[in-house]
Every structure is written in C-alpha cells, then in structure tokens.
C-alpha cells in the first residue's frame, strides 16, 4: 500500500511572502500525487495533479508542485502568499485510481 | 453543472443507533467514493464505487457499515450500531472514470455526524 507524509502540521506566513508546503511519498508502483485544498466549511478542491507527464506541474491560484523521484517528494509551492490562501491543504498518493491516501493535512496560515 | 450533492448536511444521534447518508454525484461520473475524515485527520477512503459495483471496500468496517450504489447513480451509506469514535465528516467524491489516468474527484460539503 502507498502512504503519504505531510511534514509540517501548520505552516505561518507573511502575506506576500513564499510558501512550502513539503510532502513526501511512498509507493510501490508508479503514483499519481495530487494536492487538494479544504477552506473553512467548503468542500475539498483539487489545486494540481501529477500524472507522469512532467515533473513541474502548476496548479490553479498560483500554486506548484515538483515530482522528485529521487526524493520521493512532491512539494507544493507558491512564490506569493495571499490572505485568501489561508486554508487546510491534503497531500494525496494513489496508484491506477485505487487505494487514495492522503496525508494528514498542513495547515496555513497567512499574517497580514 | 451542479456539483456533488449530499444530505443531509448535520446529523446528532445517540451511540447504538443507526444512521443514514445520501450522496448525488456529478451527472455522468461513474466513479463514487465515501470517506470518512475525523477531526485533526485527513479523509480514510472507505469505499470505492465504479457504477453500481464495489472496487474497494478495504477499509470499510463492514461489521457496523454498508453502502449501496443500486442503480450506478446515487448512493447511500449507513452506519449501524454507530459507535462514539465513528464521530466524523462523511464525505462524498466522484469522478469520471476509475480508468482515466489520475481522474480528477470532485466533492460534496460532506455531513457531519455527531455521535453522542
């Protein structure tokens, strides 16, 4: 089975500021990674999705993530933060559609 | 296009009773998934639905739960005898097609149960 750690339970910044948000992976077979974002009593939203077919893949609202394979990492990022960015965000791991893990969830928060 | 619809939205019961929740997905997705997200915790997928046949139940405790997707369209999910620790968001996915390659889910606003 595959699993996914999330290595930061919340993460603070400045408005304007960058963001990392580290996940790291584990997975017998090819994955597919996804991060998905969860606002305050809204329903989850898929942000960006990694699928073989590059390893930078870009997201809606600015948002990144870089497949390495080497380090069994896929790390979201975000040159600038935003007030509106301030949410709980899912790291997901899963393999053919089957067995979706997420990972325990980062929270950020954003200082004005 | 309307989203993924569930219902209902808050439900309040007592330990040893029985509860039930209803999840509409996308018109057309054939693809539905029930998850279960304890505060603190990311969504456990429970079950796993490609039309009205079951792909993954894994993790689903079958002893106290059981979800049917009859007619490959809507689906319920129940839970009985419901225990304190089953305290949760039951949320509601869908998606296209389990065979198109990393296939987006789209969910419902969930429903939280509180087990008292």
């Known amino acids: 089975a595959q699993s996914v750690t999330q290595l930061d339970s919340h993460v603070s910044v400045s408005e304007g500021t960058p963001v990392l948000l580290r996940c790291n992976y584990s997975?017998?077979?090819?994955?597919?990674l996804f991060w998905y974002v969860q606002h305050p009593n809204k329903g989850l939203q898929l942000l960006l999705k990694?699928?073989?077919?590059?390893?930078l893949v870009k997201g809606i609202n600015g948002f990144e993530a870089e497949f390495k394979k080497s380090e069994t990492s896929f790390h979201l990022t975000k040159p600038s933060a935003h007030m509106s960015d301030a949410a709980e965000y899912f790291c997901?791991?899963?393999?053919?559609?089957?067995?979706?893990?997420f990972g325990a969830g980062t929270r950020l928060t954003v200082k004005p | 296009e309307a989203g993924v619809a569930q219902s209902p939205r808050y439900k309040i019961i007592e330990k040893r009773q029985s509860v039930a929740f209803w999840c509409n997905p996308i018109?057309?997705?054939?693809?539905l998934y029930w998850y279960q997200q304890i505060l603190g915790q990311g969504p456990k997928l429970l079950i796993q639905?490609?039309?009205?046949?079951?792909?993954?139940d894994s993790q689903l405790p079958k002893d106290r739960f059981s979800a049917e997707r009859l007619k490959g369209v809507d689906s319920t999910l129940k839970i009985q005898p419901a225990k304190l620790e089953d305290s949760a968001v039951y949320l509601c996915?869908?998606?296209?097609?389990?065979?198109?390659?990393?296939?987006?889910?789209?969910f419902g606003p969930g429903t939280r149960l509180t087990v008292l």
């Open positions: 996915a869908s998606s296209h097609d389990r065979d198109i390659m990393a296939d987006t889910q789209y």
């Open positions: 997975s017998s077979y090819s994955p597919s």
């Open positions: 990694y699928t073989s077919a590059a390893t």
């Open positions: 997901v791991v899963s393999v053919n559609n089957n067995d979706m893990r």
């Open positions: 018109s057309g997705h054939a693809t």
């Open positions: 639905f490609q039309n009205n046949g079951v792909v993954d």
